[in-house]
């Protein structure tokens, strides 16, 4: 199989990236308290802008959006001017760069909203025992709340929140944005049936509980069009407990409206659901398309090879791996990802992976075509 798949220039949005290998958006909770992007998370960006596209981070577009400690939002002047100085330095280095907004809804605490209580579609309740991540995010120790169902007025405030931070990513120099409607946040719980109980235009029908999704999409997209608006989908993911009734439905239904709008890219995660994901959605979308999750070196060229992508998102890979694309076209093995640091703070596992040349331990190394083994505490002792 060759590779070369992965290494061809592609329009995309606003931008031409330069290859095919991208960052998927992967929380790391290095930013302040209040959300601002530090020099960790500016040389973090700097040191992977040799991949083709970078995808931020969730970043939080209002306060009621944020449910985890340490995470950068995009919504105050000190947030964007943060995040300016990593598009610079993404920049810097010939890269593209998209934030993903990412708004938790009922997977937040009042402890993380002043005291609020969280909203989301409908008064549902996560299972308050769940626990979704291998390794502890840094949030309140506690069973998720009740939240409360967003007025209809709150909804638009909400819509109007999204845009803003469309308009606070454009003045920060970033490509674009990227509404993360995957994983159970709070548009997939718009969009899925035992979340979104409402009676009103933002429920029951498929459309209906399509329409806050495709409302962000269009208010978004009046900032600086549609190719500056992404959107990430895990159809029929029970990821925080989301379920739909007819999965096929729902997103076949949302992927033919993302394709009408013309946006940048759609990115689909198949989280072995029962179905094919990709066979049965990618036909719908004319535009590029992303697929993330679980794919190596050989199986994403394949895909784009095969017309299934057009871009391949790496997760794991590019935490431990800041020259990645550099990596996978020369065939050098990789640097394994250390999954203990994943969410701490500070540099360690964060900033001082190595480049291939500057590798000292053999033993950190796994084949290039391998999935992202993570190191055994013995080996790094």
């Keep these: 199989m060759t590779i070369d798949s992965l290494f061809a220039p592609l329009d995309l949005g606003r931008v031409t990236i330069r290859n095919r290998v991208a960052m998927a958006p992967m929380t790391r909770q290095r930013s302040t308290l209040d959300g601002v992007p530090t020099d960790l998370n500016v040389e ?12 931020t981070e969730g970043v939080y577009p209002c306060d009621m959006g944020n ?10 002047p000190a947030q964007v001017a943060g995040w300016r100085r990593v598009a610079e330095a993404v920049h810097g280095e010939g890269g593209a760069i998209f934030a993903q907004v990412m708004h938790v809804g009922r997977l937040s605490d009042p402890l993380m ?41 709150e909804v638009l405030e909400t819509i109007d929140a999204y845009k803003a931070c469309a308009q606070a990513a454009l003045d920060a120099g ?7 409607a995957a994983s159970g946040y709070l548009p997939m719980q718009f969009l899925s049936t035992n979340t979104n109980l409402r009676t009103d235009a933002w429920g029951g029908s498929v459309e209906k509980r399509a329409a806050f999704l495709l409302a962000c999409v269009d208010a978004m997209a009046e900032v600086a069009g549609p190719k500056f608006v992404a959107v990430k989908l895990s159809p029929g993911w029970s990821f925080h407990n989301v379920f739909d009734d007819d999965p096929v439905a729902t997103y076949s239904h949302v992927v033919r409206q993302l394709s009408a709008r013309g946006i940048a890219y759609l990115q689909l995660g198949d989280y072995a659901v029962g179905w094919d994901v990709y066979g049965t959605l990618r036909p719908l979308f004319d535009g590029p398309a992303m697929v993330v999750a679980g794919f190596t070196r050989a199986s994403g060229a394949a895909a784009i090879a095969a017309g ?8 794991q890979a590019c935490i431990a791996n800041p020259d990645l694309a550099a990596r996978y076209r020369a065939g050098q093995p990789l640097n394994r990802p250390e999954i203990a640091t994943y969410y701490t703070q500070g540099e360690e596992g964060y900033t001082d992976y190595p480049v291939y040349a500057d590798v000292t331990d053999e033993a950190t190394l796994q084949d290039v075509d391998a999935a992202p083994t993570p190191l055994d505490p013995k080996v790094t002792g």
Excluded: W
């Design 44 to 55: 973090y960006y700097r040191q992977r802008a040799g991949l083709g596209l970078i995808v």
């Design 67 to 76: 449910g985890y400690l340490f995470t950068p939002g995009l919504h105050t």
């Design 113 to 153: 909203l002043n005291g609020r209580q969280p909203v989301s579609a409908s008064a549902v309740r996560p299972d308050p025992l769940a626990r979704h991540y291998t390794v502890t995010c840094p949030r309140p120790k506690r069973p998720y709340p009740e939240p409360r169902a967003m007025s209809h007025a």
């Design 174 to 180: 970033l490509d674009g944005v990227e509404i993360h």
């Design 308 to 315: 299934t992508a057009d871009i391949v998102a790496y997760g």
